[in-house]
């Protein structure tokens, strides 16, 4: 079992930056994808961004390129999600999540962490 739990988020003005960041207990990441996701209010949970914890394999969501970076932190056992250039439209709970290599969908979920960017 790995218990999720996401730190990090906050108020933050339009164009600011927000680093998240997921750890895990329990168990470790080792051979699993974690990825982080966010539902803003009324809308449906969302993908954002994925690594694979064994290095390589980061997938981005077109709206969050160039803008966020996954990476992860051996030494902390985290994955963390750097936000920049932040705008309203990124508001939302934001969830780390993993799941098993081969596994289909993820079945670990972090409580979540909200952002809210300000106008």
């Known amino acids: 079992q790995v218990q999720l739990v996401e730190s990090g988020g906050g108020l933050v003005q339009t164009g600011g930056s927000l680093r998240l960041s997921c750890a895990a207990s329990?168990?470790?990441?080792?051979?699993?994808?974690v990825g982080w996701f966010r539902q803003a209010p009324g809308k449906e949970r969302a993908f954002v961004a994925s690594?694979?914890?064994?290095?390589?394999?980061?997938v981005y969501a077109d709206s969050v390129k160039d803008r966020f970076t996954i990476s992860r932190d051996n030494a902390k056992n985290t994955v963390n999600l750097q936000m920049n250039s932040l705008k309203p439209e990124d508001t939302a709970v934001y969830f780390c999540?993993?799941?098993?290599?081969?596994?289909?969908?993820?079945?670990?979920w972090g409580q979540g962490t909200q952002v809210t960017v300000s106008s």
């Open positions: 999540a993993a799941r098993n290599l081969r596994a289909e969908t993820y079945d670990y």
């Open positions: 329990g168990r470790t990441f080792s051979n699993k994808i």
């Open positions: 690594l694979y914890w064994g290095g390589g394999g980061t």
